[in-house]
Nanobody
Framework: QMQLVESGGGLVQAGGSLRLSCAAS????????MGWFRQAPGKEREFVAA???????YYADSMKGRFTISRDNAKNTVYLQMNSLKVEDTAVYYC???????????????WGQGTQVTVSS
């Protein structure tokens, strides 16, 4: 199982930016697709973005153009750059991992503990 530790969450005003990081350990990082999910209060978890081991990226429609996922295989870390944040982006953001890029955006096998992002108006 991949161990995933998120960081970088916090409080930001609408229109601002945050960068989340996820440090991975326990498995060969560059054999895994990585991604981000989020869960807002009272809502189900939803897919945010994913990146294959080779660097191909995928986004939920509502995040395209505002969020950017990237990875540094030398540091075993995946990032989520979030710009033009909206109040509705408030959620707990989870880092996820799976060997299969199709699975990581749907039912990933490994999850981090999550980091809170709060966007104020």
């Amino acid at each position: 199982q991949m161990q995933l530790v998120e960081s970088g969450g916090g409080l930001v005003q609408a229109g601002g930016s945050l960068r989340l990081s996820c440090a991975a350990s326990g498995r060969t990082f560059n054999e895994y697709a990585m991604g981000w999910f989020r869960q807002a209060p009272g809502k189900e978890r939803e897919f945010v973005a994913a990146i294959s081991w080779g660097g191909s990226t995928y986004y939920a429609d509502s995040m395209k153009g505002r969020f950017t996922i990237s990875r540094d295989n030398a540091k075993n870390t995946v990032y989520l750059q979030m710009n033009s944040l909206k109040v509705e982006d408030t959620a707990v953001y989870y880092c996820v991992a799976d060997r299969n890029i199709a699975v990581v955006s749907a039912i990933p096998g490994d999850w981090g503990q999550g980091t809170q992002v709060t966007v104020s108006s």
